[in-house]
C-alpha cells in the first residue's frame, strides 16, 4: 500500500555528481526504514545505504562510504540520495525501497528486508 518513484539518474562523467529522489506516498506512516539498492545488468541487487525513519540513523556499505548521502525531507515523505565523486562501478538501475516491520535486529543491506519497491532510476557513469 505503498507507492514510490524515483527519479534524478542521468548520463555523468567520472568525479560528477547526481541526486536522486524517491517519493512516497500512501500509508507512509507505518514506514519504519528506506533504503537505497542498485543493480547492474548480470548482477545482483546491493544495498547502497538506508535510513532509519524517526531517528535518522544512517547506514552504508563501504563501497560509497565518504561520497554518498541518504537523507529524508521533514515530512518523512521523500527520500534523497546525493551522490559525489561517481565511478564507473557505480553505474547500475537504482531503487528505492520501504521496509513496514520493526528495524531491531534487521539487515538493512539484504533486498528480502523490504516489502515495496520503486521501478527504480538509470545511473551511468564513463570513464
Known amino acids: 500500500q505503498v507507492q514510490l518513484v524515483e527519479s534524478g539518474g542521468d548520463s555523468v562523467q567520472a568525479g560528477g555528481s547526481l541526486r536522486l529522489s524517491c517519493a512516497a506516498s500512501g500509508y507512509t506512516y507505518n514506514s519504519r526504514s528506506m533504503g537505497w539498492f542498485r543493480q547492474a545488468p548480470g548482477k545482483e541487487r546491493e544495498g547502497v545505504a538506508a535510513?532509519?525513519?524517526?531517528?535518522?540513523?544512517?547506514y552504508y556499505a563501504d563501497s560509497v562510504k565518504g561520497r554518498f548521502t541518504i537523507s529524508q525531507d521533514n515530512a518523512e515523505n521523500t527520500l534523497y540520495l546525493q551522490m559525489n565523486s561517481l565511478k564507473p562501478g557505480d553505474t547500475a538501475m537504482y531503487y528505492c525501497a520501504v521496509r513496514l516491520r520493526p528495524v531491531y535486529g534487521y539487515n538493512w543491506s539484504r533486498a528480502y528486508e523490504y516489502q515495496y519497491w520503486g521501478q527504480g532510476t538509470q545511473v551511468t557513469v564513463s570513464s
Open positions: 535510513i532509519y525513519i524517526g531517528t535518522g540513523s544512517t
